[in-house]
């Protein structure tokens, strides 16, 4: 079993497509690109607007473990994190183009745990493999 673990350092978003790119190419992970994709871009984005307050001098940790079957996203921010906070399993129609929540929602739907410890997100996504 081959285990990867790495962290990289952004600061604001505007490269965020990129180090998700680097990410699936160098652990070859293409079979579960799109899903990797939109938890990424979600995760960061909140932790950007939510957690760094739009600041792009703050920085935001992004560590993942990769183990052939799985992969573990660590996202950290600067804010104050969240004591309790409940993700919805479904979203009504009226709240469905709301600014808050959605992206957890997204993430939630298809990761295959989410965890908060403080200011961290923590998803884990078992892969495709094949």
Avoid: W
């Amino acid at each position: 079993m081959r285990t990867k673990k790495n962290e990289v350092i952004l600061y604001g978003i505007n490269e965020y497509k990129q180090v998700i790119d680097d990410i699936i190419a160098d652990l070859n992970i293409t079979n579960d690109c799109f899903d990797i994709k939109l938890i990424l871009t979600e995760a960061l984005t909140n932790a950007f607007k939510h957690g760094n307050n739009g600041n792009s001098k703050k920085p935001i940790y992004l560590r993942y473990i990769y183990n052939n079957n799985s992969i573990e996203f660590e996202i950290e921010d600067c804010g104050k994190g969240f004591n309790c906070l409940s993700i919805p399993n479904e979203l009504s129609d009226e709240k469905l183009l709301n600014n808050c929540g959605r992206g957890l929602f997204i993430i939630k739907c298809i990761a295959d745990k989410i965890e908060f410890k403080g200011n961290k997100l923590v998803i884990q996504k078992y892969l495709n493999v094949g």
